[in-house]
């Protein structure tokens, strides 16, 4: 309460009447550096996803389905009103806006953290109501005594030998389409894809190796805004040889404003800020950005590696399953301690470099919140009973990896029996779909909810989401979810697959498993078919399986399934732990 008073003190002193928080930073990403966290710093939620409107007498936060119970919490007591996205009775915070900021009142926020298309947004909201905005403030400049700085760690090269092509061959295809486009200038302000181009990777954001910068591609050169403190020698030099000439991060604005001709934005990825040092003069061409859709087709090298990063997360994830149902009810392990020790299996593993999120480790009805996070006050204890979700993964040189298991640990109801079956219906269901080429994450969302339907029973957030290559493990543009994305699946891409189920005080069931689409049926009369290949390795828990549920199409596949895990990692284990892997892969 202290800091939201803060906040209204220093909008008063600035005619704001409305000020709003989001949860990116300047580049628009889902993670962000700690410098950029003000909207966790003045209300108190810590979750990933979310806008805080401040007025002067009320607050609000928008946020997700994957954090309603957790943000109830965290916000109770604060003063501020939590609004459902995508949730009947809950109004967008654009409609929000449309119906309470009238006539001669002023909205304020940091141009750099919204996006064009956001910024526009609000700017048609504003004609229509009359009323002003002010982008140029960041209030939290002042009041957020401790704010931590922006980060400096060094970037380094990720060599050819894991990318599988040079970042002069990626420039190559960029100013091809930019030809095509009839576009002279390409402002990119994207870190994962910033990273993916110049074959560089770093660490200024936890989890996401990517390093804080800016790109402004020309047709005659190519220019990379970052810290030059970021950047040794070595570095340096094999970028100007790759065609990218080195600028400090603050010097982009004062470069836009020089630009004369045709240009090419992400207007959901550039900010505001950016965007209003163009000239108006200045055309701008308004498409998804071209690094996007480039990165998402991996190549083969990229695929080749992926593999066997996902063998060796396996290979961790099953030491971790046997320590812990070895251990369970001879130690105190919790779910903080639990993490933490899988994270410690991870780092033994070749070419490890962090955690690509931070582990979700909810026992019994902590998994209900679907990105809980434990702390000293939350942690419980696990012991020899219910249900115990891990959602987790690995940063490796050749390969991001994503993975859920939901662990029986001793006796369980039959309803958690019965939603347990049910997820993994679904989950099969999605992995054993074969589509025709054209077909979208929309089209295919249904076959995972299907079998929880069924049931009266849905989950509100997606069931798949793209992942970077040794980059983000949440990359779009690919994704399966009931609406908004309308990205056709080529073979080459990698998702998810993660049904699950939510009772908010129960439990919490998820069954995540990595997917590459491939090439299927190529019919001359009716098209060409893809599939996906199962990329994960590692035993679903048939402690929690109802066999008669399932048909026997989902028996044959969980026994090949796990028939394929077994293969894959047992050379890689000792002989207590290849018998431990035999009892988890089971025929059934």
């Known amino acids: 309460m202290n800091n939201l008073e803060k906040l209204r003190e220093a909008m008063e002193k600035e005619n704001i009447d409305y000020y709003i928080i989001p949860s990116s930073d300047s580049h628009q990403s889902e993670y962000v550096a700690e410098h950029f966290k003000g909207r966790e710093f003045i209300s108190g939620f810590t979750g990933s996803a979310g806008v805080l409107l401040v007025g002067l007498k009320e607050a609000f936060l928008w946020t997700d389905g994957r954090y309603f119970i957790q943000a109830e919490r965290e916000l109770n007591g604060s003063g501020i009103s939590l609004m459902k996205m995508r949730t009947p009775g809950y109004p967008t915070i654009e409609e929000w806006i449309k119906k309470n900021i009238k006539s001669k009142k002023t909205l304020g926020f940091d141009g750099r953290l919204f996006s064009v298309n956001q910024y526009k947004g609000f700017l048609d909201i504003s004609k229509e109501n009359n009323f002003s905005i002010n982008m140029d403030n960041d209030l939290l400049k002042n009041i957020w005594e401790a704010r931590p700085e922006l980060p400096k760690s060094k970037i380094f090269l990720h060599g050819e030998a894991y990318s599988g092509k040079y970042a002069s061959e990626k420039l190559q295809e960029v100013r091809k389409h930019m030809k095509e486009k009839d576009a002279k200038n390409y402002i990119i302000s994207s870190l994962d894809d910033i990273a993916w181009l110049c074959n560089i990777r770093g660490n200024d954001v936890k989890f996401n ?56 934005i992400d207007p959901n990825k550039l900010n505001a800020k950016i965007y209003s040092c163009l000239s108006s003069d200045v055309k701008v061409i308004n498409e998804m950005n071209i690094t996007t859709k480039l990165k998402a087709i991996k190549n083969e090298v990229e695929i080749a590696n992926t593999e066997k990063s996902q063998v060796r997360d396996g290979v961790a994830m099953v030491k971790f399953i046997k320590w812990l149902k070895d251990n369970l009810g001879k130690e105190k392990i919790t779910e903080i301690s639990a993490s933490k020790k899988l994270t410690e299996f991870r780092s033994k593993g070749e070419n490890y470099k962090g955690d690509s999120f931070g582990t979700i480790a909810g026992y019994k009805e902590h998994a209900a919140m679907m990105h809980y996070s434990a702390t000293e006050a939350t942690d419980y204890e696990i012991k020899q009973e219910g249900m115990f979700l891990v959602d987790s993964g690995g940063q490796y040189l050749d390969g991001t990896t994503d993975i859920t298991r939901t662990f029986i640990l001793g006796n369980i109801t039959e309803e958690e029996k019965r939603d347990f079956t049910l997820v993994l219906k679904g989950h099969i269901a999605l992995s054993t779909a074969k589509f025709l080429k054209g077909t979208t994450g ?19 957030c997606g069931t798949g989401h793209g992942v970077g290559y040794f980059l983000n493990v949440h990359e779009g543009p690919q994704g399966i979810r009931p609406e908004g994305n309308s990205t056709v699946l080529k073979p080459g891409m990698i998702i998810t697959n993660e049904p699950g189920v939510y009772k908010e005080g129960k439990h919490g069931i998820r069954i995540e498993n990595t997917l590459l689409v491939v090439k299927d049926i190529n019919s001359e009369e009716f098209g060409e078919f893809y599939k996906f290949k199962t990329i994960s390795y ?37 002989d207590e732990e290849i018998e431990f892997l035999k009892v988890q892969t089971r025929e059934i």
């Not at 970052?226 to 982009?252: C, P, S, V, W």
Request: hydrophobic fraction near 35%; charge should be negative.
């Open 538 to 574: 590692c035993p679903i828990d048939l402690n929690g399986v109802v066999i008669e549920m399932l048909t026997n199409e989902e028996r044959d596949w969980l026994n090949n399934y796990h028939k394929i895990v077994f293969e894959k990692l047992s050379p890689y284990l000792n």
């Open 442 to 460: 929309v089209n295919l969302d249904i076959l995972a909810r299907r079998p929880l339907w069924n049931y009266g029973i849905d989950y509100k």
């Open 209 to 264: 190796p990517v390093a804080l910068s800016y790109v402004l591609i020309n047709e005659n050169y190519a220019n990379l805004y970052i810290n030059n403190a970021k950047i040794d020698d070595n570095t340096k030099e094999k970028l100007k040889n790759e065609g990218f000439e080195i600028y400090e991060y603050d010097e982009i604005e004062e470069h836009v404003k020089l630009i004369e001709d045709r240009t090419i």
